[in-house]
């Protein structure tokens, strides 16, 4: 399963801003997703699970800041890149489902024009290149505009800082400093400004030409065929006739998706996520779909793109019992289909039994544990995690749901210590005094909890939970034979 690392999230810290103050929402969330595994992220309402998946997909909220941490995708840190390019990617590589389908379809257009919309915008492919070829010194103007503006706002602090007197001896070496820096990235705007001016108008000429060759080529193959067809009649003719309109229709795609082409794939991918009749489907309104057909055409949505990555945050939530399980096959089949890797989002550990190569258990903006699926169903080593596995519903033996006892922590003032203290009843002194940090269980298997420590007594897992396991470990054995 180990395969290539697609996604490596390393000490991700978020926080939103507020009236009440700062949330700290994910604090130094690390984990990475590998080629063609699903990677199941799970924990309760609160815990930071969405924030972290649109923070990748890049649509934190106005009022969060990164205050730390990488996101790093084919080599390049996502925190980093600017505006432009991230949709490139947020676009074509890396998709997301949400928990409602109804807030990612827009009610009043008709479901054909949804899915086609985003091939159509990225299919602009004489566009796309002709963009492409000033990229880069575009990215540089923009970097420099975005330096020049921070370091006017670290100035202006400086200078506050020594006019208020609160500045250290270093205040004005500091003021200095900043100054010659702000001096030059201002020197350097104008030749980056000409440099963007030239790349546009090359970019500008090369397209044209491309453009102008193209229609050349086609237009002496077209004249061929019509040489042929001066000579011929009955199916010959007609077949040279067809052949003109495919050489047309081909002229058109080199410089964009035509919208029936579109349309085409359109179909194609709606009957690959199980959509009946897509072709009637695609003139109604997303009111006439049902819950698990909305979330069906939302997928499809997603995958218009080809994406590698696909994110998906609770995304049966409020669906019911078999729709449920009928999206997460579909989600099972398209990872394996296109490859895919998956992160797939939820507070509910049973939703992924069946479908997670591995588990990261998140609390209070943390990973608690991190493991195969078999870690950590089989051999959980947090708390916490015990916690959850107490709580998911049983559908076989109808036991009574055990509910976590009290509420997660306030994030506007996150504990000192083990956020989990409060509601573990293994805590120790040291669980409200310092953060534990990560113990290594096995080269697969994490989990930041003081029980790990050497020194730690020895704490057993609640004995309803070992019955479970083994319980989970018999059926698992029966299923295998
Ligand atoms: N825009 C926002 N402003 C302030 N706080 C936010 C915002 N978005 C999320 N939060 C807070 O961040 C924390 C994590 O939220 P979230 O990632 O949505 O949790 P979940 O694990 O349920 O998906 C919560 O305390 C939530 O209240
Ligand atoms: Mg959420």
Redesign the pocket.
């Known amino acids: 399963m180990a395969g290539n690392i697609k996604l490596h999230v390393e000490d991700l810290t978020?926080s939103?801003?507020?009236t009440q103050g700062l949330?700290r929402?994910?604090r130094g969330v690390s984990f990475d997703l590998h080629e063609g595994e699903t990677l199941a992220i799970v924990?309760?309402?609160?815990?930071?699970?969405?924030?972290?998946?649109?923070t990748i997909m890049g649509i934190l909220?106005?009022?969060?800041i990164i205050d730390d941490g990488k996101i790093i995708y084919e080599g390049e840190d996502l925190t980093k890149v600017d505006e432009d390019h991230f949709h490139e990617i947020r676009g074509n590589k890396i998709g997301m489902i949400f928990q409602d389908p109804m807030s990612s379809l827009n009610p009043i257009m008709k479901i054909g024009k949804q899915v086609t919309e985003g091939m159509i915008l990225n299919g602009k492919h004489l566009e796309n290149r002709y963009k492409a070829l000033f990229h880069e010194s575009k990215t540089t103007l923009n970097r420099l505009h975005r330096e020049k503006k921070s370091l006017k706002v670290e100035l202006k602090e400086n200078l506050k800082a020594i006019k208020t007197g609160d500045s250290s001896a270093d205040g004005m070496v500091l003021k200095e400093e900043c100054n010659a820096a702000l001096a030059n990235v201002k020197a350097a705007i104008p030749a980056a400004k000409k440099k963007l001016v030239v790349d546009k108008k090359a970019a500008k000429i090369a397209i044209a030409l491309e453009w102008k060759n193209e229609q050349k080529r086609v237009a002496k193959l077209v004249s061929d065929v019509k040489a042929n067809l001066a000579d011929s009649d009955g199916e010959a003719k007609q077949a040279y006739i067809d052949e003109i309109n495919v050489l047309q229709e081909n002229l058109k795609r080199f410089k964009k998706v035509t919208k029936r082409q579109a349309t085409e794939r359109a179909i194609e991918i709606m009957n690959e996520v199980g959509i009946p009749d897509p072709v009637r489907r695609l003139n109604q309104y997303p009111f006439q779909f049902s819950g698990g057909m909305r979330q069906r055409i939302v997928i499809a949505i997603a995958l218009t793109a080809s994406p590698d990555v696909l994110i998906c945050?609770?995304p049966t939530t409020a669906l019911d019992v078999t729709i449920q399980s009928q999206i997460l096959e579909l989600i099972n089949d398209l990872k394996r289909e296109r490859n895919l890797s998956v992160i797939f989002?939820t507070?509910d550990l049973g939703v992924v039994a069946n479908m997670a190569d591995r588990i990261a258990v998140?609390y209070a903006?943390k990973v608690v544990e991190v493991g195969t699926a078999e870690d950590i169903f089989y051999n959980p080593r947090h708390p916490y995690t015990w916690a959850l596995l107490s709580s998911m519903p049983d559908l076989d033996s109808k036991d009574r749901l055990v509910a976590i006892p009290g509420t997660?922590p306030?994030?506007l003032f996150p504990p000192k210590g083990d956020a989990f203290a409060d509601r573990n009843q293994y805590a120790m002194k040291i669980d409200f005094e310092r953060q534990p940090p990560m113990f290594k269980i096995s080269e697969t298997h994490r989990a930041a909890t003081w029980l790990l420590h050497p020194d730690a007594p020895k704490a057993e897992m609640p004995e309803v939970i070992k019955v479970r396991i083994d319980r989970m470990l018999a059926q698992s054995e029966e299923e295998t034979v």
Not at 43 to 54: D, H, I, L, M, W
Not at 61 to 64: E, I, L, P, Q
């Open positions: 978020i939103f801003k507020t949330v929402a994910v924990g309760e309402s609160g815990s930071g699970k969405s924030v972290t998946s649109r909220a106005g009022n969060g945050d609770e989002i507070h998140m903006g997660p306030n994030m």
